[in-house]
């Protein structure tokens, strides 16, 4: 791989299965690499000694994992951004046709010209985590879908189905297991989670969820931390039109997550339940009340994290 005569400010980077094609900025030059731990070593090495400015790569459900990490770990500026932020750039500029090439030059041009804030990789431990709870939420969800098909099930079928209900649930225990010896090793983690479940409502499967997917909670502020998870709501005004305020896009995951310890905490929490009952008093329809009150929740836990108080002693705060 020979490096380009004029360096590019911005790299984009356009991950296919199989192969990564690298657009060199504006000069119109294509690279293609195989998306291999051999090929994408050789494509970082070439990076270096070009030290762009700048480098975007689309989330590609996981395929982006292995090319992404490599490029942190050279210590290279990296950003990964939503698919649909360059496809509705692309439109903007009147872009219809879509090849790999054509979106990975789509990509250099989207980070010249909005410069997205660069990618703090997570640590290794951090991605472990993140990975077997990921893997508890599979195995449950399987389990869940046993369930349904153990109902309807003729004679045939059900040894087969309970013969798997039983490894599901033996293999979620294990992933219990595994995840509690994690947090249980790393201080860090073992000091959120016993904060976090000190808070009326959050049990130890949304405690564990976000401190595997949500590391930045007690990090920042109220507001980065609702946008982050998709609870901030957003205006849709036009002229003298007020719109329909709603929430959006952020961590579908730890959304649910904390949907579930919400409807526990109006019945225990008694800042939530009052909070609650004073939104149904003013007219909110239940739904809107309930994604109020996670977020009410939310930017408490935050709070708790940030000043590493547990949930009496805010409350008697």
Known sequence: MKQTEARAPYIGIDVCKKTLDVAVGESGRIVQVANTPAGVQECVAWLVKVAPAGIIVESTGGLERLVISELCRAGLEVSLVNPSRPRAFAAARGQSAKTDPLDAHNLARFGQAIRPPGLQMPSEEQQELAALVARRRQVIGMRVQEKNRLGTARKGQRTSLEA??????????ELDEKIGALIEANPAYKVKTALLVTSPGVGDVTARTLV?????LGQRNRKEITALVGLAPYN????????????GGGRAHVR???Y???LSAVRW???IRAFYER??????LKKVALVACMRKLLTMLNAMLKAGTPWQSMTAA
Do not use: F
Request: charged share 20%; with cysteine.
């Open 260 to 262: 579930m310890a919400t």
């Open 236 to 247: 849709r005004d036009s002229g003298t039109k007020r719109g329909y305020r709603a929430i």
């Open 279 to 284: 939104l149904l008093q003013a007219g909110k």
């Open 164 to 173: 798997h209900l039983t490894w599901l649930t033996e293999h979620v225990a």
């Open 212 to 216: 595997a997917e949500l590391p930045e």
């Open 269 to 271: 929490n008694p800042a």
């Open 256 to 258: 649910c997550a904390l």
